[in-house]
């Protein structure tokens, strides 16, 4: 089983958020902990930002902190605040020939690609400026919007992050928001001998995947096609796909086996590779994200 898992239930009584606040290491301390030297510029746009992104994702507040802190940690992995010799290389290259460069590529300090910062635009009845990427205010500003989903999704309520949560919010960055959840799913499906047990839990909607699902509904009676399958397990919004008979059905089955609560979420089995950034596991990126913000970078 994959070490970084997540759990619903467990109730925890969750502290104010001005207690959080006050009890935490300010962001600019972590960025100079870290090495980043006069880290004030960076912390303010990403306290600026962290107020503005809550009034837009409201159910974030609880974990305002982790929030912050992540995103730091991203943008050091994707740029070291775009003092990496990769960015840097790369930013040279844009502004010498930037025709160069994948019109649909990753661009800014935090290198969200453009093609999903025009989806996050349009979701907030915006046009995106893609120039807007390459400032510090607006890559953090992407960088906590892509972020803020992925706590919408795995962050649990009424109780702080666990460290395996932080993790898994983390992947979702690189990996992409719903690989976490559909992994898990592709896991509980192996272990009900449905999916491949040759084939990784990358938490990707291949065929083998929308096969697993097929059968096993064919097996409990439940009528599904493969569009409406795809439809389901593209649906981000927590309740949306999980209140439905397909989902409760595997979840009870996986409980009703092996007698404890299956997971919502776990680390996919994934490996991927940017241009100049090069190839790195799920695992790899996020711990390195959760790392830096631990002051182990």
Known sequence: MNSYEAHEGDVIKLPKPEVLRSASISISGILRQNGLKNPERWAEAIRQSTEERLREYPTVEPHRLDFEKLTAGIINRESKFGLSDRYEFK????????????????????????????????????????????????????????????????????????????????????AGLLRPRNAALQQQLKDLNYFPPEVDTSGSLGPATLKAFSDFAKAEGISVTQTELKEMLGKSSRGEFEQGLLYTRLKGRWEETFKQKPL??????????????????????????????RGKS
Do not use: C, M, W
């Open 264 to 293: 919502y979420a776990q680390l996919p089995q994934l490996e991927t590779e940017k241009a100049y950034t090069g190839k790195i596991t799920s695992k790899g990126y996020s711990q390195a994200v959760v790392n830096y913000v």
């Open 91 to 174: 930013s040279n290259v844009e502004k010498i020939l930037p025709e160069f460069l994948n019109p649909f590529g990753s661009k800014g300090y935090a290198q969200i690609d453009l093609e999903t910062a025009r989806e996050i635009a349009e979701r907030h009845g915006e046009q995106l400026k893609t120039e807007e990427l390459s400032t510090r205010e607006g890559s953090v500003k992407f960088a906590q919007r892509r972020l803020a989903e992925a706590f919408e999704l795995y962050a649990p309520q009424n109780r702080p992050l666990s460290e395996g949560e932080k993790v898994i919010i983390a992947s979702t960055y690189n």
